[in-house]
């Protein structure tokens, strides 16, 4: 009974490399998602520094830009660290970040797109940021799929430990 169940039991070198390589795409993507939301940040941030600095009224729009990157960048980094990716709520902050990217887009997309840039920096930057956000918007998409499948894949798989529980 006990070869039985061994000739099914992984090695513990073949397990952790090929989960450290099954994890890599997704680090990868987290790595994106952190890059970017710090670039919203950067983008957006000039233009409150600005308005603080001319002692005008900042728009709350430029606040909920920032405020979005810092909640992305935290996220991904909490999202990648493997203890917190595997409880299965990830793919659902993944799904709410990506909300909160959509929304972001389509405000500053609104406002951006169409507008001729005429030789404006700031036009041309704000251009600019809305194309991150819509990358941003499509890598927290990705991960909120992946996490998705991922979770409703292995949903009714066996216990880590002694392979007899359905978890």
Avoid: C
Avoid at 32 to 46: D, H, M, R, S
């Amino acid at each position: 009974m006990a070869f039985g169940r061994a000739k099914f039991s992984r090695s513990s070198s073949s397990s952790s490399s090929g989960s450290l390589l099954s994890k890599l795409p997704l680090w990868v993507l987290r790595f994106l998602q952190f890059v970017f939301a710090i670039t919203v940040i950067g983008l957006y941030a000039q233009d409150l520094r600005a308005a603080s600095k001319a002692g005008k009224y900042s728009d709350n729009k430029w606040g909920y830009a920032v405020a979005v990157g810092v909640i992305g960048a935290v996220s991904s980094l909490l999202l990648a660290w493997p203890r917190l990716s595997m409880w299965g709520w990830g793919w659902g902050w993944d799904l709410v970040v990506f909300i909160l990217f959509t929304a972001l887009f389509g405000l500053f997309g609104k406002m951006y797109i169409n507008e001729g840039d005429e030789g404006i920096n700031g036009i041309k930057r704000m251009k600019n940021a809305v194309w991150i956000d819509l990358i941003n918007m499509l890598l927290w998409f990705i991960t909120a799929v992946y996490g998705m499948i991922m979770f409703f894949f292995f949903r009714g798989s066996k216990s880590l430990h002694t392979g007899r529980a359905t978890v």
